[in-house]
């Protein structure tokens, strides 16, 4: 877990997986790919995964991903998300642990989640990448996915000046690098929220802007 300058500071919390470390990010920068960078300088393992704080993921989630790199070293995995509003707030951090632990994740919503729209669509057209040729890496995205170290560190690890749009930036660096793109549809998680280019999208819309997505993907 990284704490990238957060106020009041991060604590482990009771609940958490054996030998998870806090790991607080220089003071240096400031956001997801800082972080990030600052995650991986902390282990030596072979494997990295980035999972996105506000994620709640399934029980196999990280299984599901980490089989695809017994098979090659050249593999990026992405798990699939679905974007809801938030669980109930009277549950309790045990009592989501026991609808995970469960397999019941899903129930956390209700089942009032979204996926976005133009990576599902993309995944359909393409045969689940399979077809995408040299647009796989548009849909690498940051809340869940898990490389090799020695892919990461080659493909110069993620851009820690970027605020937004880092994962993009380093999915497009990846590639050059000859990585081959992965969904792994086993690997389901929760995102608490709405995507963050999704909401800064209607702001500037409102506004007569044209959003990062919109003008990538629209």
Do not use: K, N
């Not at 397999?103 to 979204?114: E, I, K, N, Q, V």
């Not at 690498?140 to 820690?160: D, H, I, K, Q």
């Amino acid at each position: 877990m990284v704490d990238d300058g957060s106020d009041p500071a991060l604590r482990l919390p009771p609940i958490r997986p054996e030998h998870t470390r806090l790991v607080v990010a220089p003071e240096h920068g400031w956001g997801p790919g800082h972080a990030l960078d600052a995650g991986v300088a902390a282990t030596g393992a072979s494997v990295v995964m980035r999972l996105d704080a506000d994620v709640v993921v399934g029980r196999e989630h990280v299984e599901a991903q980490m089989r695809w790199h017994h098979l090659a070293d050249y593999l990026v995995v992405m798990g699939r998300v679905e974007f809801g509003d938030g669980p109930d707030g009277g549950l309790t951090p045990p009592e989501v642990y026991e609808h995970v632990r469960g397999g019941r994740y899903a129930d956390l919503t209700g089942g009032d989640t979204d996926t976005m729209d133009w990576i599902t669509e993309l995944l359909e057209r393409t045969d689940g990448l399979r077809s995408a040729g040299h647009r796989a890496w548009q849909v690498f995205t940051g809340a869940t996915a898990s490389l090799p170290r020695e892919l990461y560190s080659t493909a110069g690890g993620s851009a820690s000046g970027l605020v937004m749009g880092e994962d993009s930036e380093l999915g497009y660096r990846l590639s050059q690098r000859g990585a081959v793109f992965v969904p792994e549809p086993a690997a389901t998680g929760l995102h608490l929220g709405r995507p963050t280019t999704e909401l800064r999208g209607v702001r500037r819309r409102a506004s007569g802007a044209r959003s990062w997505r919109t003008a990538c993907h629209g």
